[in-house]
C-alpha cells in the first residue's frame, strides 16, 4: 500500500477546508479554560505548608490592597481569590508591587518576610501573565521590583529605629530568639503560672506546648498535628509534614512530665486520631481538640512577654534547643536527624556557632617574669 494512501483526500473529507477555522474556536475556548483553572493546577501540585505560606502571604497582600482602597473578595475559607482567580491580577502594575513593598517595611516587617511576600506576588503575576490576563508589558516590569539585600538590612533597619518604626514583625524574625537555660526555665514556669490560663487545664496545656518545642524542637506544625495515638509509652511518634517523614522520639527534659501531666487533667478522647492538645475557651473551658498554629504563636507571644521577651515566636524555641544540642558536641549526622531536617547545612551551622575559632592555636606567655597568681 502506497503511504500517501492513508492521507484523506480533500474530496472524502467534508470538514477538510474548514479544519483550520474550527481548530482556532476550540483552541479559543481551550485557551479560555487552560486560563481559569491555571491557578488551581499550580497550586495543587505545591506541598500543603506551600500553600499555606502562600495564603498568609496573599492575605497580607490583600489588606495592603484594602488600605489604597481595593477590596479583594474572599473565598469560604477567608483566602483572597489572589490564590484561585487569574482575573483578579488583570490591573496588576509595577506601581502597585512597590507601593506594597514600601508598605511591608513602614508596617515593621522583617527584611526576611518583605522578600517572601514580595516574592509570592511576584510569582502569581507571573502566573496571571501565563493565563493571558495580565500583559508582557506589565509582567515585565513587575518583575524588575526586587528584594532587598542582606547588606542592605543594617541599613534599612537602622533607619527604621530612628523613627520608631518596628523592625520584627513576622514570625520568621531577621534574628531569632536564643533562650538560656534560665530563660527557657522561666518561660516553663510562666506557661504554668499565667495569669490569663483561667484554669490549671491551660497552664497544664500550655506547658506540655513549651516543652514539645524546646525539649524536643518541634516546628509548630509538628505541634498542631500530635494526635492521641502518637503517645507510646515513654517514645512520641512526631509527624514532619514539612520534609515528608514519621519519626520516634524519646521524652526527654521536662516532656515526659509535661505529658503526665497533661494527661491528668485532661481525659483522653474515645477516638485516638483526635488531636492531642485541648482548645479552650476565653474563660479557661475546654470546648475540645486541636488548636492552630496561629494560636500557638499568639500563646508564645503572650508567655515570652511574662519573662520580659517581646516578639518571642515557637521557631525561637527550636533555634533554642538546637544551640542547646550543639553545645553538647553531638554530631551532626545526629541533630540532623533528631531536629527532622534533611540535609546537613541547617544543623552544620548550629554546630559551626558553637566552634572557638582559635581552638588550635597555643602561645606560651611571653613574660617569664610573672605566674599564674600574678596574672590573675
Request: with cysteine; charged share 25%.
Amino acid at each position: 500500500m502506497d503511504e500517501f494512501e492513508l492521507i484523506p483526500q480533500q474530496g472524502n473529507n467534508p470538514l477538510a477546508p474548514n479544519f483550520t477555522n474550527v481548530m482556532k474556536q476550540r483552541s479559543v475556548v481551550a485557551d479560555q479554560i487552560s486560563a481559569q483553572h491555571s491557578f488551581i493546577e499550580y497550586r495543587l501540585r505545591q506541598r500543603p505548608q506551600t500553600i499555606r505560606r502562600h495564603n498568609t502571604d496573599l492575605k497580607i497582600f490583600a489588606d495592603f490592597l484594602a488600605s489604597i482602597g481595593i477590596v479583594i473578595p474572599v473565598d469560604e475559607h477567608e483566602v483572597p481569590i489572589l490564590a484561585t482567580e487569574p482575573a483578579a491580577w488583570a490591573e496588576m502594575s509595577v506601581g502597585i508591587v512597590t507601593t506594597f513593598r514600601t508598605w511591608m517595611l513602614n508596617e515593621g516587617y522583617a527584611l526576611g518576610s518583605v522578600n517572601i511576600r514580595l516574592s509570592t506576588v511576584r510569582l502569581y503575576c507571573r502566573l496571571a501573565h501565563q493565563a493571558g490576563v495580565l500583559s508582557l508589558e506589565a509582567w515585565s516590569r513587575i518583575h524588575t521590583v526586587e528584594g532587598y539585600r542582606r547588606r542592605e538590612g543594617d541599613g534599612i533597619d537602622a533607619q527604621r529605629e530612628a523613627t520608631e518604626t518596628p523592625t520584627r514583625l513576622s514570625t520568621k524574625k531577621a534574628a531569632p530568639h536564643i533562650l538560656d537555660q534560665s530563660q527557657i526555665r522561666e518561660l516553663k514556669r510562666a506557661a504554668r503560672t499565667n495569669p490569663q490560663n483561667r484554669t490549671p487545664e491551660v497552664g497544664w496545656r500550655d506547658y506540655l506546648i513549651v516543652c514539645l518545642l524546646v525539649d524536643l524542637g518541634m516546628r509548630c506544625g509538628e505541634v498542631v498535628v500530635l494526635k492521641w495515638a502518637h503517645i507510646q509509652g515513654k517514645v512520641l511518634l512526631v509527624d514532619r509534614p514539612k520534609v515528608d517523614k514519621v519519626q520516634k522520639h524519646r521524652l526527654i527534659g521536662d516532656t515526659a512530665k509535661a505529658l503526665r501531666e497533661y494527661q491528668k487533667v485532661i481525659a483522653q478522647p474515645a477516638n485516638p486520631q483526635t488531636a492531642l492538645l485541648a482548645a479552650f475557651d476565653h474563660k479557661g473551658n475546654q470546648i475540645g481538640f486541636g488548636i492552630s498554629e496561629r494560636a500557638i504563636h499568639k500563646r508564645i507571644v503572650q508567655l515570652g512577654k511574662l519573662i520580659g521577651i517581646n516578639n518571642l515566636a515557637p521557631h525561637d524555641l527550636r533555634h533554642s534547643w538546637a544551640t542547646r544540642v550543639a553545645q553538647t558536641n553531638i554530631p551532626v549526622q545526629a541533630l540532623r536527624d533528631a531536629g527532622g531536617w534533611t540535609n546537613l547545612n541547617t544543623p552544620n551551622r548550629y554546630i559551626a556557632q558553637q566552634a572557638i575559632a582559635n581552638d588550635g592555636v597555643s602561645l606560651l606567655s611571653d613574660d617569664g617574669a610573672l605566674d599564674d597568681d600574678d596574672e590573675a
